[in-house]
């Protein structure tokens, strides 16, 4: 992806979201703690971190499903008014809704409709289009995919990256200006993820759409991002281009002056020995990413 490509206008604001959600042994956890970016128009915008960061509450709250405990969420779209959806009235948040795409993380496809049935089904509900033009639109999505054979079958009767592809044809079927992406690439052999990695390259190209990707798959968040962002316990840990982040997992990790570059470096490359596993007395990485916290590596360093 070309970074330049993207339009310097903002679609949508992420503004100081807080979620927090209740803990079994009493009291609250802070899931998500002041995120706050923006998204412009016709790029890629990958969100990293590894498990527990707050990657999948972030984008629930991004597509309306979590209701944040602070903050907005606000949908600035082509021939549509601006719309906070956490505080919208229900049918603003319908209208924006209708004009973004999920590709869930298991293709969340029905099981009893087939392929062709599923991607006609957004078609059928939002849309006043005859049934011989929905025919001709499923067709058209199903082999921007290369789907289109497969269009007869049942979800148990396709692969991991199958249903991955379906899933995708279904979320474009509406022509979406945002695509939301929930770890495209979990559970696919490389092969298979490569393949997932270039349609989402080439969705963005040819629909000129805008997409989020929520990832912890290093290979795959390096081919497809324009921008990305570094989540750690529920903060934003490092936003940048794909370029600045690839200098940062490319530089030796004893070369990087900044504490949290040092960290990041160590996420990036997947690496076992460094500043995230060194510190004793510590549960890895969970306990040690935020910047501020530099102050207790030096401590366990003296």
């Keep these: 992806m070309d970074a330049k490509a993207s339009s ?43 498990s527990g960061s707050g990657k999948s509450t ?27 959806i956490i505080a919208s009235r229900p049918q603003d948040a319908d209208a924006v809704r209708k004009r973004i795409g999920i590709l869930f993380q298991s293709g969340a496809l029905f099981s009893s409709m087939t392929v062709a049935e599923n991607v006609a089904l957004p078609l059928r509900e939002h849309s006043h289009v005859d049934p011989a033009i929905i025919d001709i639109v499923v067709a058209i999505k199903l082999e921007q995919v290369h789907m289109l054979p497969h269009r007869d079958k049942y979800p148990a009767q396709l692969s991991g990256g199958q249903k991955k592809r379906a899933g995708l044809a279904r979320a474009t079927a509406l ?55 570094m989540l750690d316990n529920g903060r934003i840990l490092r936003e940048g281009t794909r370029d600045e982040l690839d200098r940062i997992r490319k530089t030796p990790a004893e070369r990087l002056g900044n504490p949290t570059d040092a960290l990041l470096n160590q ?9 995230l596993t060194d510190a004793t007395g510590t549960s890895l990485y969970e306990n040690l990413l935020i910047g501020e916290r530099t102050s207790f590596l030096r401590k366990t360093r003296t």
């Design 8 to 50: 310097t206008e903002v679609i949508l604001s992420v503004r100081d979201i807080v979620v927090r959600f209740p803990c079994a042994r009493g009291g609250m956890m802070t899931v998500l703690d002041g995120v706050d970016f923006d998204v412009r128009r016709g790029e890629t915008v990958v969100i990293l971190g590894g």
């Design 58 to 84: 972030l984008l629930n709250c991004m597509i309306g499903e979590i209701e944040p405990d602070a903050g907005t969420i606000l949908y600035d779209l082509p021939s549509l008014p601006s719309v906070d």
């Design 175 to 229: 022509d979406p200006l945002i695509l939301f992406y929930d770890e495209p690439s979990a559970g696919l052999d490389p092969v298979t993820s490569s393949a997932i990695d270039g349609l989402i390259i080439d969705l963005a190209k040819k629909m000129h759409v805008t997409s989020i990707v929520v990832t912890h798959e290093m290979d795959s968040a390096f081919r497809i991002a324009d921008r990305m962002i």
């Design 267 to 275: 996420f990036l490359n997947g690496g076992v020995a460094g500043p």
